[in-house]
C-alpha cells in the first residue's frame, strides 16, 4: 500500500515561444528514508535505520538523467532501497518512484520480500507534491517508509552581456536610418531574444542565437536607449543593461 499526497498544480504561463529549447528544469528531492529490521522469535532486538533524502536534478529536453537510487539497512538483515526517476515530458517533470524491501544474511538484495511502485506523477513549473511511500513483508515484520517532496523549478536561460546601440549611416537608396542593437550571448537554452526601446516602451523579437537587430531609426535627432532580454520556455532573464544602453 502506497499514498501519496499531490499539491494542487500551478498553471503554466508565458508560453510564447517553441518548447523545444534546452531550457534547464530543477528538481529538488528532500526527504527521509526508514526501515527497521525485526528479528522474530529469535534473541535479537529490533534495530532501525533512519537516513535522509537531498537530491538536484538538472533536467533538459532528450537528456533524461540517471535514477536517484538511496538504500538503508537495519540489523545488518533487513534493507531498503528508493528509486526515484524523473523524466521530463513537455513541460511537465513526471515522476516515477520504486521502494523495494529486501531480507537477507548481510544487508544485500538477494532475497526481495516486497515492494512499491508509484507514479508516475506529474509536476508542474513551481509545483511541489509530497509523497508517503510504506512497504512491509507479508511474513514479517520488515518494513520501511520513505517521506519526501518533490519541487519542480524552471531556470530562466542567461541574461544577454554588452549590449550597445550604434546609429547607422542612412541607406544610400531608401534614405531610411536603422539604429544597431547588439548584445553578446551569455545563454545556451534560450528560445530568442527580446529587443524593448525604453524610449517608447516597444519591443522586438527575434529567435535564438541573434547577436544584433536593426531597430528603425524614426527619430534620428533623439538619443534612443534598449535593452535586451533571453527568452524561455516558461521563464524569461532580467532586461540587460539595468539602466539600459543608449546611442550618442
Known sequence: MATAVLIAPVPLLGMTEPAEAFTTHVVVVQGILRVDYDPGFSNRQSQAHTRGLYKVFRIRHHADPEPYVVSACAGDQTLAEL????????????????????????????????????????????????FTIPVGGRNSLDRAVAWFSVTHVVTPPLAPSDVTATRQSADRVTGLRHILVEWQDSSADETGYEIRNTNNQQTRRVGPNHTSYQWADLNPGEP??????????????????TGASCTR
Open 83 to 130: 528509486t526515484i526517476a524523473p523524466k521530463l515530458y513537455d513541460e511537465e517533470v513526471d515522476v516515477t518512484m520504486r521502494m523495494q524491501l529486501f531480507r537477507s544474511g548481510s544487508c544485500d538484495r538477494t532475497n526481495r520480500i516486497a515492494g512499491v511502485s508509484v507514479g508516475p506523477a506529474d509536476i508542474s513549473k513551481d509545483e511541489t507534491q509530497r
Open 224 to 241: 534612443q536607449c534598449f535593452q535586451v532580454r533571453a527568452l524561455g520556455t516558461q521563464a524569461s532573464s532580467e532586461w540587460a543593461p
